[in-house]
Nanobody, 119 residues
């Protein structure tokens, strides 16, 4: 059974840091394209970062230089290190996985973890 379980969300002040984790089971995440998405209230879901099977990464402009996506293949876990957090980073964060990066939105999804950044 395929599962993605996010953890690490919480409430922090602006300028703080959080590290999100996404534990994968039922498939080998190292051979998949994995990504982090977020959705804030009243806003559309957006892709924050992705890492493909070659470990090539891509970030949305608003988080470049502040967020880092990575994975631990031995633990089958995806991470998102978030530094210099801003109130506009407040959202529910989801991890996703797919054979191909173009198919992330229709792949496997976790249940989400809330990140709240106060000013």
């Amino acid at each position: 059974q395929v599962r993605l379980v996010e953890s690490g969300g919480g409430a922090v002040q602006a300028g703080g840091s959080l590290r999100l984790s996404c534990a994968a089971s039922g498939f080998f995440a190292s051979s998949y394209c994995m990504g982090w998405f977020r959705q804030a209230p009243g806003k559309e879901r957006e892709e924050v970062a992705r890492i493909d099977s070659f470990s090539t990464t891509r970030y949305v402009d608003s988080v470049k230089g502040r967020f880092t996506i990575s994975r631990d293949n031995a633990k089958n876990t995806l991470y998102l290190q978030m530094n210099s957090l801003k109130p506009e980073d407040t959202a529910v964060y989801y991890c996703a996985g797919s054979h191909w990066c173009n198919g992330l939105t229709s792949g496997y999804w976790g249940q989400g973890t809330q990140v709240t950044v106060s000013s």
